[in-house]
């Protein structure tokens, strides 16, 4: 190995390698990162596929008007309603920012939407837009001559004293009536640990952490399991099924048992697919 591959191996490994040794419970909380992420992608495919038929159908049809509505989710999707938080903290544009400091910490949030008189949410105040106020106040910071739009933006936010002039316009909100899978692709894209929720105009009619979007995306193993042992009545002969058994713990599902070797491949595909799975141990034995 030369000097410039050596180097570059060494840099490789430390970019694998973490900066911190991980807490106790980072190994669960990436896993559960991990299977959020795989469920945000695929209501995002799901969503890009309605919309490809949706424009096919459009372009097919000529002697008929075709409705643009969106196509309704199916009757067990879950809506953000049954997940959002009620009621919801909120604070008026005329509040002061150190009143608004004092809501933030008093209810525990990151961030409060900010309502006009009839509960129409105009922007959020988050703790950011709070420290660039305070760092204001007691430095004095100013943008350089060839600053970052962002920090002159930033900095002139800084200068207000009320909700109306720190919060960030237009808010981020989703509609009570949107699925789960919906919130948490926009707030996965909003990068936003809470949506404001409204009704159809506009008003605050909840929140929804996104904690709460995870813990709704993620099956528990219980359901996962019941799912595996409906495919294993459905690939294997009535003969075998007694003797493959199943057990799932965090997403990992592990098959044993003496199965035929094409009921095998059968099966282990047919669990892989399984939404929410993260992995399939393998242990089965061919007959």
């Not at 709460?212 to 996962?224: F, H, N, P, V």
Request: charged residues 30%; contains cysteine; negative net charge.
């Amino acid at each position: 190995m030369n000097e410039h591959e050596h180097f570059s191996t060494e840099a490789e490994a430390r970019r694998e390698r973490p900066s911190q040794p991980w807490s106790p419970g980072e190994a669960t909380r990436q896993d559960m990162l991990l299977r959020y992420l795989g469920a945000v992608a695929t209501a995002a495919a799901r969503h890009a596929g309605s919309a490809g038929q949706a424009r096919a159908t459009e372009a097919g049809e000529t002697a008929r008007t075709v409705s643009t509505s969106p196509r309704p989710e199916p009757p067990e999707a879950l809506l953000v309603r049954d997940v959002m938080d009620v009621p919801a903290a909120s604070l008026r544009e005329d509040m002061p920012y150190r009143d608004i400091a004092r809501l933030l910490a008093r209810e525990q949030v990151g961030a409060v939407p900010v309502v006009d008189d009839e509960d129409k949410v105009v922007g959020v105040v988050s703790e950011s837009d709070l420290l660039a106020k305070v760092a204001f106040e007691v430095g004095g910071h100013r943008p350089g001559r060839i600053g970052w739009l962002r920090e002159r933006r930033l900095h002139g936010k800084a200068r207000g004293e009320t909700a109306a002039d720190l919060m960030t316009s237009p808010a981020v909100t989703v509609m009570a009536g949107a699925t789960v899978a919906e919130a948490a692709w926009l707030a996965a894209l909003a990068r936003l640990k809470r949506l404001p929720v409204t009704d159809h105009e506009g008003r605050l009619v909840g929140v929804v952490p996104r904690n709460a979007l995870l813990q709704s995306l993620i099956r528990e193993d219980t359901g996962i399991r019941a799912e595996v042992e409906a495919k294993i009545d459905a690939c294997c002969p009535p003969g075998d099924r007694k003797s493959v058994e199943v057990s799932v713990h965090d997403g990992i599902v592990e098959l044993t048992g003496r199965v035929p070797s094409a009921t095998m491949a059968r099966l282990v595909s047919e669990v892989e697919d399984i939404a929410d799975v993260v992995e399939v141990k393998n242990l089965l034995i061919a007959a």
